[in-house]
C-alpha cells in the first residue's frame, strides 16, 4: 500500500507514557481532593478571622498588647453601647454618636430617651426608647428611619433581622399589644391588633416570612408565657396565631430567631422552638441563678450562672440548638462584663479580658484592661473595652 503512495510517510510510532509523570499527577490530584474534603468537613473548625482582622485594622496603631489609643465618648451613666462597622455606638439619652477608633464622630444626632434601648444587625443600628415613644435605625453612619408614635401610645419592643426587616411592639389603649412590620425599605407590611393577650417581645424569622411573638395571659389562673407563631401571607383582621408555645410561667428575657430556630431565654430556663411550634431543645438552671447571658453566639446561647445572685463563684454555660451544655467552665473572679459574637465568647474581670471559643478554650487574654467595665466582642475576634469616659479596640 506504500508504494502506491510513496509520498506518504507512515506515522510515527506512539511513545510509552511517562510512569513517572502520570503518578506524580495522580498524587497531585489526590492531594487536592483530600484537602477539598477535609476543608469542607472542618470548616467549621477553621479561623480565617486573623487574616480578616489585617486587613480591617492594618493602619489602625496599636500598642504590643493590640489594645488601639484610647478615645474620649460623651455619655451618661444610662448610656448604651453597640459596635457598629467596627465604630462604637453611643446613646446616651441626649443624642447618639458614633465614634471612630480616632476619636473621630462621624455621626451625632440630638434625641430625647428615657430608657435607651440599643441593638446592631449587620450593618445596621436600632435605638428606641423603652416605654417612650421615639425609635431610629442608623446605616451607613446615617439615620436611615425614625419613628415617632403618638400620644398614647407606647414602645414596648423592637428588632430587626438581617435582612434589615423591621418589627416593632406598641400599646395603646383598647389593645394589650399592637405589631407593625417592615420590610427593609421601612414600608409598613402588615399591622396587627391584639386583645387576648399581652405582647412583650416579637422576632422575624430570618426569611422575612413569619413572625413569632412572646405573649403574656392567664392560664388556670396562673400567668403562663407563650410563643406565639404568625406567617405574614395574611390579613390584618386575622389575628389568631398558627399555632402557639407555651414555655411556662418563666419570665422570659430575650428572644432570637436564627436558623436553629427561635430561642426563649427566660430566668430560669432556656427553650429552643421549631417553626411548626415544637421545642426542640430546652436547658433548665436547676438551682442556680442567672447573672449574664448573651444570645449573640453562631447556633449558640451563652449563660453565666451562680449559686448566690452576688459572689465570685460562678459558672460559664455555652448551650447548642439542641439544648446541651457544649462547654462549661467554672470561675472564682467577679465578672464585670459578658458578651460573645459570631464563634467568640469574651469575659472580663478586674484586671483581665479572656476571649474564649465557643467550646471554651481561650482564643486570646488581655492582662491589664486599664480599668474597662464593659466588653462587646466582635465576630472577626476583636473586641471594645470601655470604661465610664473612655474606650478602646483590642484586637489579638
Not at 426608647?129 to 425614625?146: K, M, N, P
Not at 396562673?222 to 383582621?237: G, I, K, M, P, W
Amino acid at each position: 500500500m506504500d508504494e502506491m503512495n510513496p509520498g506518504r510517510k507512515a506515522p510515527p510510532d506512539k511513545k510509552p507514557p511517562n510512569l513517572f509523570v502520570r503518578f506524580l499527577a495522580f498524587l497531585v490530584t489526590l492531594a487536592l481532593m483530600i484537602g477539598a474534603v477535609a476543608l469542607v468537613v472542618n470548616y467549621d473548625k477553621l479561623n480565617f478571622d486573623s487574616l480578616k482582622r489585617w486587613f480591617t485594622y492594618r493602619n489602625l496603631e496599636r500598642s504590643e498588647s493590640g489594645q488601639s489609643e484610647s478615645f474620649v465618648f460623651e455619655g451618661g451613666e444610662s448610656s448604651q453601647f453597640a459596635v457598629l462597622d467596627h465604630e462604637l455606638l453611643v446613646c446616651s439619652g441626649k443624642d447618639v454618636r458614633l465614634y471612630s477608633g480616632s476619636e473621630q464622630v462621624s455621626l451625632d444626632q440630638a434625641v430625647s430617651i428615657q430608657n435607651p434601648v440599643v441593638d446592631t444587625v449587620g450593618n445596621a443600628a436600632l435605638v428606641y426608647d423603652a416605654g417612650g415613644q421615639s425609635l431610629f435605625v442608623y446605616r451607613d453612619r446615617a439615620e436611615v428611619f425614625s419613628l415617632s408614635l403618638e400620644d398614647g401610645q407606647q414602645l414596648l419592643a423592637a428588632s430587626m433581622n438581617s435582612q434589615g426587616w423591621l418589627v416593632v411592639v406598641s400599646q395603646e389603649s383598647g389593645y394589650k399589644g399592637i405589631v407593625t412590620v417592615y420590610d427593609n425599605t421601612f414600608s409598613p407590611q402588615i399591622q396587627l391588633h391584639l386583645s387576648s393577650r399581652f405582647v412583650m417581645d416579637a422576632v422575624l424569622s430570618p426569611d422575612s416570612k413569619s413572625l413569632a411573638l412572646l405573649t403574656l395571659g392567664l392560664n388556670d389562673n396562673a400567668f403562663e408565657s407563650r410563643v406565639d407563631f404568625y406567617q405574614l401571607n395574611r390579613t390584618e383582621e386575622e389575628t389568631e396565631p398558627d399555632w402557639t408555645c407555651p414555655v411556662g410561667g418563666d419570665v422570659i428575657l430575650a428572644m432570637r430567631w436564627d436558623n436553629s430556630g427561635i430561642w426563649a431565654l427566660g430566668e430560669t430556663s432556656l427553650s429552643i422552638l421549631s417553626t411548626d411550634g415544637t421545642v426542640t431543645g430546652s436547658c433548665n438552671y436547676g438551682d442556680l441563678y442567672l447573672k449574664g447571658f448573651s444570645l449573640d453566639g453562631d447556633g449558640t446561647a451563652v449563660l453565666l450562672l451562680g449559686k448566690f445572685r452576688a459572689g465570685t463563684s460562678a459558672e460559664l454555660w455555652v448551650v447548642n440548638a439542641d439544648g446541651e451544655t457544649q462547654a462549661l467552665l467554672s470561675i472564682e473572679e467577679q465578672v464585670l462584663s459578658l458578651s460573645a459574637a459570631g464563634r467568640y465568647v469574651a469575659l472580663l474581670t478586674a484586671d483581665r479580658l479572656d476571649i474564649y471559643n465557643q467550646d471554651l478554650e481561650v482564643y486570646s487574654t488581655l492582662e491589664g484592661t486599664q480599668g474597662a467595665q464593659t466588653v462587646l466582642q466582635q465576630s472577626d475576634g476583636s473586641a471594645m473595652l470601655i470604661d465610664s469616659t473612655t474606650a478602646r479596640l483590642y484586637v489579638p
